[in-house]
């Protein structure tokens, strides 16, 4: 299809979309769809539920709405969701809340906004998210407004649906002076939320106090047309384009809400509670919209510490927004931002360079932990899902519950993707990896006017300890790529192992492979397996036994247990495959003057590298080099 087909089909879609009818035909449709005529609140749920829920086992669930795109904090989206959207689409007391989301800078408030803002747009162009309106209202307001309080009881016995607010000043004009009170031949027309056509989503940005007109928030009277409608009470003499009046129905954002003059957030007492605003000369407007605000943790600690602001901070529902405090999701953000930017397309980045950066910029956001023998890597380990030899599973939980505010201080993202960014367009090199991205960021440590001497010399450190594991993770990958069908080799010594073990266990001989009489369990090939992580000779039956129970706690289950099945005895297998090798990589690597052989298991390890783990041919001769030497210290 082409460009200009994909055109005309697109502009017949928003034909579709188009409806008008009148009241009565309104009424109809309510009959048949009462969500329809449902709250702001219950809507936003509704389009929050529509987009999927994963149930991820022990009470936690996943929102695919949010998880696209925001990365690391399913723990923080579940508690809104829970909490705030679903209580509110309920009509329980916390949807006559400011919903106030609270965290460091960079942490994902304003794009969760945004998500939400984004969502309500298109939630509006399905069917299950339809939204009609009376035709020609300046706040888009829910037609059911036009019964009368003295019949809405049964109504809502009749149809189902309870009916909350007024009619705004302009349709009640209408309503008496062109329709004559006759309600049921009041048009009514199918709405689609716009923000950038202030229809159903308005947002809020503080100014100067001294400028910034009350009017930005409720409208205005239209000073031309007071001589023809003789009055400020006029509604045809009043302009209800204000950001209350435009995000009726749906949602209104309050960027920065605690930097906006007090005159302003005055204005929420009654909108939040009561559902209705001061607007003019006008009675109280009714409104019903979702209003959502976000601000930084130093600015909402001087809003509580102020006894002015009690009314309006008890009508406030506070929600944390966390730094993400998981690398795998953390490497995700980076990556979302180095595509966007076209920089990607331009320089190639080494795998590990964004997750080394990652290790960093999480190490940051933690707390020491208080019990013994979890140090910070072994925390972001644990963090990230993976397991720690040690560490049971609850434990992890336990951890989280040492500090309330844990992730709400560290470095942000943007300081960490400005840095990268300037390792990308720095020296004009084809390629960066994890090295060049420690460096950078070290430098941008050294230019940041802002941070004091201590914590200048932490983040140092924790530079450091990523950089430690960066090696780790390096010396690994190559070895890998040195062990021709690593994953065979890993399973043929898996075999090996767990023949001789069971055999150990069980007090039996084996047979020969070679002679095809039986002997005793190879104690010498066990032995070097289980002495690369540390297990003692006291230690040896237990561990062997720990094994077969998990063998046939798999076998249970009808899944087949490989060699990663089992965390220690992964790392063991793979440091005896890496121990075997040591001498020739660090030979192959490190050699001045390669001799034939060599030149050629280097082209083959080079070309594994970037056929199988996204290498460039640059990174990958880097790499190996930097491998070489750090086995030669």
């Given at each position: 299809?082409?460009?200009?087909?994909?055109l005309?089909?697109?502009?017949d879609?928003?034909?579709?979309?188009?409806?008008?009818?009148?009241f009565l035909?309104?009424?109809?449709?309510?009959?048949?769809?009462?969500?329809?005529?449902?709250?702001?609140?219950?809507?936003?749920?509704?389009?929050?539920?529509?987009?999927?829920?994963?149930?991820?086992?022990?009470?936690r669930?996943?929102?695919?709405?949010?998880?696209r795109?925001?990365f690391?904090?399913?723990?923080?989206?579940?508690?809104?969701?829970?909490?705030?959207?679903?209580?509110?689409?309920?009509?329980?007391?916390?949807r006559?809340?400011?919903?106030?989301?609270?965290?460091p800078?960079?942490?994902?408030?304003?794009?969760?906004?945004?998500?939400?803002?984004?969502?309500?747009?298109?939630?509006?162009?399905?069917?299950?998210?339809?939204?009609?309106?009376?035709?020609?209202?300046?706040?888009?307001?829910?037609p059911?407004?036009?019964?009368?309080?003295?019949?809405?009881?049964?109504?809502?016995?009749?149809?189902?649906?309870?009916i909350?607010?007024?009619?705004?000043?302009?349709?009640?004009?209408?309503?008496?002076?062109?329709?004559?009170?006759?309600?049921?031949?009041?048009?009514?027309?199918?709405?689609?939320?716009?923000?950038?056509?202030?229809?159903?989503?308005?947002?809020?940005?503080?100014?100067?106090?001294?400028?910034?007109?009350?009017a930005?928030l409720?409208?205005?009277?239209?000073?031309?047309?007071?001589?023809?409608?003789?009055?400020?009470?006029?509604?045809?003499?009043?302009?209800?384009?204000?950001?209350?009046n435009?995000?009726?129905?749906?949602?209104?954002?309050?960027?920065?809400?605690?930097?906006?003059?007090?005159?302003?957030?005055?204005?929420?007492?009654?909108?939040?509670?009561?559902?209705?605003f001061?607007?003019?000369?006008?009675?109280?407007?009714?409104?019903d919209?979702l209003?959502?605000?976000?601000?930084n943790?130093?600015?909402?600690?001087?809003?509580?510490?102020?006894?002015?602001n009690?009314?309006?901070?008890?009508?406030?529902?506070?929600?944390?927004?966390?730094?993400?405090?998981?690398?795998?999701?953390?490497?995700?953000?980076?990556?979302?931002?180095v595509?966007?930017?076209?920089?990607?397309?331009?320089?190639?980045?080494?795998?590990?360079?964004?997750?080394?950066?990652?290790?960093?910029?999480?190490?940051?956001?933690l707390?020491?932990?208080?019990?013994?023998?979890?140090?910070?890597?072994?925390?972001?380990?644990?963090?990230?899902?993976?397991?720690?030899?040690g560490?049971?599973?609850?434990?992890v939980?336990?951890?989280?519950?040492?500090?309330?505010?844990?992730?709400?201080s560290?470095?942000?993202?943007r300081?960490?993707?400005?840095?990268?960014?300037?390792?990308?367009?720095?020296?004009?090199?084809?390629?960066?990896?994890?090295?060049?991205v420690?460096?950078?960021?070290?430098?941008?440590?050294?230019?940041h006017p802002?941070?004091?001497?201590?914590?200048?010399?932490r983040?140092?450190?924790?530079?450091?300890?990523?950089?430690?594991?960066?090696?780790?993770?390096?010396?690994?990958?190559v070895?890998?790529?040195?062990?021709?069908?690593?994953?065979?080799?890993a399973?043929?010594?898996?075999?090996n192992y767990?023949?001789?073990?069971?055999?150990?266990?069980?007090?039996?001989k084996?047979?020969?492979?070679?002679?095809?009489?039986e002997?005793?369990?190879?104690?010498?090939?066990?032995?070097?397996?289980?002495?690369?992580?540390?297990?003692?000779?006291?230690?040896?039956?237990?561990?062997?036994?720990?094994?077969?129970?998990?063998?046939?706690?798999?076998?249970r289950?009808?899944?087949?247990?490989?060699?990663?099945s089992?965390?220690?005895?992964?790392?063991?297998?793979?440091?005896?495959l890496?121990?075997?090798?040591?001498?020739?990589?660090?030979?192959?690597?490190?050699?001045?003057?390669?001799?034939?052989?060599?030149?050629?298991?280097?082209?083959?390890?080079?070309?594994?590298l970037?056929?199988?783990?996204?290498?460039c041919?640059?990174?990958?001769?880097?790499?190996?080099?930097?491998?070489g030497s750090?086995?030669n210290?």
């Open positions: 299809m082409t460009f200009l087909e994909k005309m089909a697109y502009r879609q928003e034909n579709d979309l188009h409806w008008e009818g009148t035909d309104y009424l109809r449709l309510v009959r048949e769809h009462p969500h329809i005529a449902g709250t702001a609140h219950e809507r936003v749920y509704r389009m929050i539920e529509s987009a999927g829920i994963i149930e991820l086992g022990d009470g669930r996943e929102y695919q709405f949010f998880s795109t925001l690391g904090l399913e723990d923080a989206i579940q508690l809104l969701v829970e909490e705030y959207f679903r209580p509110a689409a309920q009509r329980l007391d916390v006559k809340r400011l919903l106030l989301l609270m965290g800078v960079s942490g994902g408030k304003s794009t969760l906004v945004t998500l939400l803002k984004n969502g309500l747009e298109s939630f509006t162009r399905t069917p299950e998210g339809a939204v009609y309106a009376i035709r020609g209202c300046p706040m888009q307001e829910e059911l407004h036009l019964i009368p309080r003295e019949l809405r009881e049964e109504f809502g016995k009749e149809y189902g649906v309870h909350e607010g007024d009619l705004c000043p302009v349709c009640r004009m209408r309503l008496e002076q062109e329709y004559g009170g006759r309600i049921e031949e009041m048009p009514i027309e199918r709405v689609l939320f716009s923000e950038s056509g202030r229809r159903g989503i308005g947002t809020f940005a503080p100014s100067d106090p001294k400028s910034q007109d009350i930005d409720t409208g205005s009277i239209d000073f031309s047309t007071i001589t023809q409608y003789g009055s400020e009470s006029d509604p045809r003499a009043y302009r209800f384009d204000g950001e209350l435009k995000a009726n129905r749906g949602l209104m954002e309050f960027q920065e809400i605690l930097k906006c003059d007090e005159k302003f957030l005055w204005n929420l007492l009654s909108l939040t509670q009561e559902g209705n001061k607007a003019g000369r006008f009675a109280l407007i009714s409104a919209e209003i959502i605000a976000h601000t943790e130093t600015e909402y600690r001087t809003f509580i510490s102020n006894k002015k009690e009314a309006l901070h008890s009508r406030m529902i506070v929600m944390r927004v966390p730094y993400n405090l998981k690398v795998t999701q953390e490497e995700r953000i980076y990556q979302k931002l595509d966007a930017s076209g920089l990607n397309n331009q320089v190639h980045l080494a795998p590990g360079a964004l997750g080394t950066a990652s290790i960093f910029t999480v190490l940051s956001r707390k020491e932990s208080k019990k013994p023998g979890i140090d910070p890597i072994k925390k972001m380990t644990l963090y990230d899902g993976a397991q720690v030899d560490v049971k599973s609850g434990e939980d336990e951890l989280r519950r040492e500090y309330s505010d844990e992730g709400m560290g470095v942000d993202p300081y960490v993707i400005n840095r990268i960014s300037s390792a990308l367009i720095k020296g004009n090199k084809p390629c960066i990896n994890a090295l060049d420690l460096r950078s960021l070290k430098e941008g440590l050294d230019q802002s941070i004091s001497r201590e914590e200048r010399e983040l140092l450190n924790l530079i450091t300890m990523a950089r430690k594991e960066y090696d780790h993770r390096a010396k690994t990958e070895q890998r790529a040195f062990v021709y069908s690593f994953e065979e080799s399973h043929t010594m898996l075999n767990l023949d001789n073990v069971e055999a150990y266990c069980s007090g039996h084996m047979p020969d492979p070679i002679t095809s009489e002997r005793d369990p190879d104690e010498k090939l066990m032995r070097s397996i289980e002495e690369q992580i540390g297990i003692t000779e006291n230690q040896k039956r237990a561990f062997r036994e720990e094994i077969l129970i998990k063998i046939s706690s798999f076998a289950r009808g899944r087949k247990f490989e060699y990663t089992h965390e220690p005895l992964k790392d063991a297998i793979e440091k005896k890496f121990a075997d090798l040591k001498d020739v990589i660090k030979i192959t690597t490190s050699s001045m003057n390669p001799d034939e052989t060599q030149v050629k298991r280097m082209n083959e390890v080079s070309r594994r970037i056929e199988h783990h996204g290498y041919a640059a990174c990958a001769n880097d790499l190996m080099k930097y491998v750090l086995l210290r």
